[in-house]
């Protein structure tokens, strides 16, 4: 079975600053999706940032961005000039493909807050 | 396009109530999903709907039944609540996206259950 260990209940940073949230997860599958998700206080669950396993390239989004490591089942996202706005639970997922299986796994989130 | 939608927000049952819980997504995705979030936690998968007309168990199904009515609209159903399934409960869908597959959920903006 996968799981998946956010190992940081809570992190903060200063707005501006760059924060480094960390995911590790275990399986057995050789193909697969990474994501991280944001649920701000609106209990609305956003998709932050997907990466497939099968590519090297670490995924980028805007400020966005992924530390991929396969083989040490590492997943880590990198928030760069951090804003007000991105203080939230994150939650790392993963799931195995074919996706339409629904076995998405989810860690057990990271609190972020982000200090003017 | 609204997305993933779900009614009620917010609901209060006494044990050994019944209730459905609503789901539409406009999206023409063809696969659906039911997860609950409890406090402290990640979510976790109750059933899903790979595409009309199947529907599977997922992590924790015991206590709900689910029904995909068509394409758009996957309900989650409590027989007789328990103080245990107060929690707060998300749909989700995935599918094809214009021209790209993907496998990535989005979800709706979540139902707060509480059992008393």
């Known amino acids: 079975a996968q799981t998946v260990t956010q190992s940081q209940p809570e992190m903060s940073v200063q707005e501006a600053e760059t924060v480094t949230l960390s995911c590790t997860y275990d399986t057995s599958e050789s193909n697969y999706y990474l994501f991280w998700y944001k649920q701000p206080p609106s209990r609305q669950m956003i998709l932050v940032i997907r990466q497939e396993a099968y590519k090297q390239q670490n995924a980028t989004e805007n400020r966005f961005s992924v530390n991929f490591q396969k083989a040490a089942k590492s997943f880590s996202l990198k928030i760069s000039d951090s804003q007000l706005g991105d203080t939230a639970m994150y939650f790392c997922?993963?799931?195995?493909?074919?996706?339409?299986?629904?076995?998405?796994?989810f860690g057990q989130g990271t609190t972020l807050q982000v200090k003017p | 396009n609204a997305g993933v939608t779900q009614t009620p927000k917010f609901q209060v049952l006494k044990t050994g109530q019944s209730m459905t819980l609503q789901c539409a997504q406009d999206m023409n995705h063809n696969s659906m999903y039911w997860y609950r979030q409890d406090p402290g936690m990640g979510l976790r998968l109750i059933y899903y709907s790979a595409s009309e007309g199947t529907t599977d168990k997922g992590e924790v199904p015991n206590g709900y039944n689910v029904s995909r009515l068509n394409k758009r609209e996957f309900s989650l159903r409590l027989e007789s609540a328990a103080p245990s399934q107060t929690s707060v409960y998300f749909c989700?869908?995935?599918?094809?996206?214009?021209?790209?597959?993907?496998?990535?959920?989005?979800f709706g903006p979540g139902t707060r259950l509480t059992v008393l």
């Open positions: 997922a993963f799931m195995k493909v074919p996706g339409n299986t629904g076995k998405l796994i």
């Open positions: 989700a869908s995935s599918g094809q996206l214009g021209r790209r597959s993907t496998d990535t959920q989005y």
